[in-house]
């Protein structure tokens, strides 16, 4: 069940770990010890996303976000960096957040996406790049969820919903009955889908300001638009994954850049998440990505394909099978970049796809996580990525070779004694091989056991990988060992690996979490009578599964998780995986309640456990935590329900994050030492 927000195979078993001394807490630049990490210096971390390039290649623009504590919330700004070098440059401020860069194609203007004064929805701002202030461009009525320039920087490509039924105007505070007539009505972070909430295209004149709309939708949502190289055409994507008449999920289409203009239906295809297209030169082709069969497409590896508009053939690039391709981006003369996700790394990689040739890039220290393209496959390009002990900077990919851009989080990490983190794989019991990290407590002693928390990825379509994982540390830091798994499910160990799931979620992926725990063990390194287990979204759904099938874990923590599935039917928003993957209830009740084991038998639980999640969370409901919570009030074991207000599925307000920190290291602290 895919619930959510990466290969060098370092093994080693005791051999391995007696190369390992005492780890000290070392000298930070000017002398000064450093510290483990704390709370103070996760919320001080800047994250960095959104990266474009601009048309020449030079410079990139992104977001810089960090937490505003004493606002309590996040805030994020524009900041352009120098592909030669030199130091980056904020522009915008942050007290009005900003989002969504893009350069137009003649590099003249920077625009924008941000929410300013009065308005309801954010608005497209423009930033003239000889300088001067932002000017506001759009003052439309609804979300605008994405916007591409025209070739010509004349007219902006909105991908944008209905306004929202107004109120009566005689009592603006009267509600409105919601009223939904698809099969899938509700999302996280959205709520419930009303014939509004569908995406559609727009087209809207820089110079006149006029906005004319392109297509139409009451039943799919148009995304993934793009421009055609001359102009006179977009490409986008209608969503058809509910759609009983379909053999696929996503149908491309082309419409001409013109009011009233008819879309025809160009390929129909498996669809994947990430999606992009990416046109060819002369307009005849269009590169994007493709998945697998609808009961299989959630733990899919995603494939870089190629569709000939003419003819509507798709062809799958071969070097893509087995990996699984993400973020692709246009690197011109036939060439696409993407990062692949391989077995605990990330990777940049480029794509030629005359020949189907890939060739990996970076280096395999740092996880790549972001990136923009250019029209020069040979020059530059701007990425952002970090590693087990760097922070997230923008970075200059050369070849096999980073450069580092910027210097937000720099100073702030050579602050930090980063926990060692060590690749190791283990056994499960029925032979399959599982790979992860295991990040060293802080102070570590070798020969020394410690107390140790098995700490669960979400998704499971993710992977933990070499990259600053702020909660695996701050764990560390509290003095455990954290055993981080890519169980069967994760990406990045190919499609057999990601599929062996399907419809048979708590099962497998619980065998090779035991065999990591059981190889912590055997190595010495944990102690069997010191054990916790955690995580959020599919993570706090596994941590459930195990807690009821061994009593050995003395602590827990389950965070959006669920011990009954059947809550969440026509409760969350995975109608399209129940119906694909499962099917509905009433087909097959026994599979059901196996899925339901946690709530099921939750009197064999006897493990403390505390739950925790977000109020508004559509994509993993609180019910599944309060369920589990009042089913151990009832047997008497320690329990705790913590529900965050006004929070989806991930935690954003800085308060609330640092509360979440410290109540699961208050957990640990209580029930597992």
């Known amino acids: 069940m895919a619930r959510g927000a990466k290969h060098y195979s370092l093994r080693f078993?005791?051999?391995?770990?007696?190369?390992?001394?005492?780890?000290?807490?070392?000298?930070?630049?000017?002398?000064?010890?450093?510290?483990?990490?704390?709370?103070?210096?996760?919320?001080?971390?800047?994250?960095?996303s959104e990266l474009t390039c601009a048309p020449d290649g030079r410079q990139a623009a992104y977001v810089a976000s960090m937490a505003d504590v004493k606002a309590d919330k996040r805030r994020s700004a524009i900041w352009l960096a120098d592909l030669a070098g030199s130091p980056a440059l904020q522009l915008t401020g942050s007290e009005d957040s900003a989002s969504a860069p893009a350069f137009s194609p003649d590099g003249k203007t920077l625009a924008f996406l941000s929410k300013r004064g009065k308005d309801k929805q954010a608005q497209?701002?423009?930033?003239?790049?000889?300088?001067?202030?932002?000017?506001?461009?759009?003052?439309?009525?609804a979300d605008i969820a994405a916007f591409r320039w025209s070739p010509d920087s004349r007219r902006l490509l909105l991908t944008i919903t209905d306004p929202a039924p107004e109120p009566p105007k005689d009592d603006e505070e009267r509600p409105l009955p919601v009223v939904v007539d698809d099969v899938k009505f509700k999302e996280d972070g959205v709520g419930f889908l009303t014939a509004e909430s569908h995406t559609h295209l727009a087209l809207f004149d820089v110079a006149a300001k006029t906005e004319t709309r392109l297509t139409a939708s009451d039943s799919f949502d148009d995304s993934a638009a793009e421009w055609s190289p001359d102009g006179k055409s977009v490409a986008y994507l209608a969503d058809h994954a509910l759609d009983p008449e379909t053999p696929a999920a996503q149908w491309l289409h082309v419409v001409e850049a013109k009011a009233s203009a008819a879309p025809r239906v160009a390929a129909k295809f498996d669809g994947a998440l990430g999606q992009t297209l990416i046109w060819s030169a002369d307009g005849s082709r269009i590169a994007h990505l493709v998945g697998d069969v609808p009961k299989l497409n959630q733990y899919s590896q995603p494939r870089l394909a190629e569709t000939v508009l003419a003819t509507g053939q798709t062809r799958v690039i071969a070097s893509s099978i087995g990996?699984?391709?993400?973020?692709?981006?246009?690197?011109?003369?036939?060439?696409?970049?993407?990062?692949?996700a391989e077995d605990r790394h990330e990777v940049p990689a480029m794509f030629d796809l005359a020949t189907g040739s890939v060739q990996r890039l970076g280096d395999p220290r740092l996880a790549v996580f972001d990136q923009c393209g250019g029209k020069d496959a040979k020059a530059p390009?701007?990425?952002i990525a970090s590693g087990d002990d760097a922070m997230p900077e923008v970075y200059a990919l050369e070849g096999k070779t980073m450069r580092a851009l910027t210097a937000h989080n720099s100073k702030l990490g050579a602050a930090i004694a980063w926990s060692p983190v060590r690749d190791f794989a283990a056994t499960a019991s029925d032979g399959s091989e599982v790979h992860g990290l295991l990040t060293l407590p802080a102070g570590y002693v070798q020969g020394q056991r410690y107390p140790t928390v098995l700490w669960i990825h979400g998704g499971p379509t993710a992977q933990d990988t070499h990259e600053i994982d702020t909660m695996r540390q701050w764990i560390a830091a509290q003095g455990y060992a954290v055993l981080a798994v890519n169980y069967r499910g994760s990406s990045g160990r190919g499609d057999a690996y990601g599929t062996?799931?399907?419809?048979?979620?708590?099962?497998?992926?619980?065998?090779?979490?035991?065999?990591?725990?059981?190889?912590?063990v055997a190595q010495g390194i944990a102690d069997p009578e010191e054990l916790g287990v955690g995580?959020?979204?599919?993570?706090g759904i596994l941590t459930d599964f195990l807690i009821v099938r061994d009593n050995r874990f003395k602590a827990a923590f389950s965070g959006a998780g669920e011990g009954n599935i059947f809550a969440l039917f026509g409760v969350d928003q995975y109608i399209q995986q129940y119906a694909q993957e499962v099917g509905p209830p009433w087909q097959d009740p026994a599979l059901w309640m196996r899925l339901s084991e946690p709530l099921m038998h939750a009197d064999r639980i006897k493990t403390p456990t505390l739950f925790m999640g977000g109020i508004a969370d559509d994509n993993v409901p609180l019910i599944g935590g309060q369920q589990l919570y009042q089913a151990l009030k009832l047997t008497g074991v320690p329990t705790r329900l913590v529900g965050y207000p006004d929070e989806n599925h991930g935690i954003e307000r800085p308060s609330f994050q640092r509360d979440r920190l410290e109540r699961i290291a208050d957990w640990y602290k209580r029930y597992l030492k």
Do not use: C, F
Not at 18 to 45: F, K, N, Q
């Open 323 to 340: 990996t699984y391709v993400q973020r692709p981006v246009d690197l011109g003369v036939g060439r696409v970049g993407a990062i692949l």
């Open 381 to 383: 390009r701007a990425v």
């Open 500 to 520: 062996a799931i399907v419809a048979d979620w708590g099962n497998k992926e619980v065998l090779d979490l035991y065999a990591a725990t059981d190889w912590a």
């Open 535 to 539: 995580g959020w979204s599919y993570g």
């Open 124 to 141: 497209i701002w423009l930033l003239d790049r000889r300088g001067g202030e932002a000017q506001k461009l759009t003052d439309v009525k």
């Open 13 to 48: 078993g005791v051999a391995g770990i007696a190369l390992l001394a005492a780890v000290p807490l070392a000298a930070a630049e000017g002398g000064t010890a450093r510290h483990p990490v704390t709370i103070d210096d996760i919320l001080a971390m800047r994250s960095l």
